[in-house]
């Protein structure tokens, strides 16, 4: 627990007050990260469960589940966790959401007292909690989960082909990799420093062996005899998830795009996967826009503002 908070705790905000949970259950928070998060991506329900609860074991040492009282009598929970400079909440349950004003002034003051640079939101559509919480709060999207379910056997590609990337192009591409997703990261709000620490711990976690890393595939997308841009999905989950996607800057404009994209949903089907997940910054409205028109769903907005 930090050394601030058993000062910062005992101040209401107005006839609302956050304090660690004494015997903290984790069923319902497990429960409702099921629904909300993993069911779609698993597609069975044991083992969604089995997904949010590794989730909540492996963030245990940097979280905390916060009762939210009212006048001392309880009246929800939040789970908090450390991330590098941020204080993110990744769930919220209240039993009157009117009380998400107070809550959010609550975790703001929170922030603020721990010193963190941002207070972040996940925000699943349709959860009244984090919906309210986020409301009119000052809250901007720095990134979106989507999926596109495939239970609708998406239209061949006739144009762009996928191959498997060479290990020349490789080493030319894993390059700027690192620096280019550092820097991505570094528009959607953190430090240089933090996001620059996040992009090389993730490269060097996904892609230990490069090309022959399990669970990963790098492909040249192709049109006709050239090579028009990238795709990196990942087979590590029942949804395979793009890690990355490119059009090179001299074919873009040209529906190379979108092209990729339902190249890598026919490559997902043919595989066995039932969706196809990716992560999109919220300043990136380009991508943005692609990804609606191929019918991808948002599964959650990632919001934020200084406290």
Known sequence: MPSNLATWQSRPVPDLSLSPSPSPSEEGLVERLTVRRYLGEHGDRDAARAAAAAQVERLRDRSR????????????????V?????????DVALDDVALAPALRDALLDLARAERRSRLTVTVSPGDPGSEALVA?????????????????????????????????????????????????????????????????????????????????????????EEVVGLLWLSTERPMVFVYDVVVEEAHRGRGHGAGIMRAGARWALDHGAHAIGLNVFGYNDVARRLYDRLGYQVTENFVARTP
């Open 65 to 80: 589940l916060l009762e939210v009282r009212e006048d001392g009598v309880r009246r929800g929970e939040a789970w908090v």
């Open 136 to 224: 009119d709060g000052g809250f901007e999207t720095f990134a979106t989960q989507m999926r596109l379910d495939l239970d609708v056997e998406p239209p061949a590609e006739d144009v762009v082909v996928l191959r498997p990337m060479g290990q020349e192009r490789y080493n030319e591409w894993i390059q700027g990799q690192v620096a280019e997703y550092a820097e991505a990261r570094q528009r959607s709000g953190e430090s240089a420093e933090r996001a620059r620490e996040v992009s090389e711990q993730q490269h060097a976690e996904l892609l230990p062996d490069g090309l022959r890393s399990a669970g990963h595939h790098i492909f040249e997308g192709v049109a006709g």
């Open 82 to 90: 450390q991330q590098g400079d941020d204080l993110a909440v990744i």
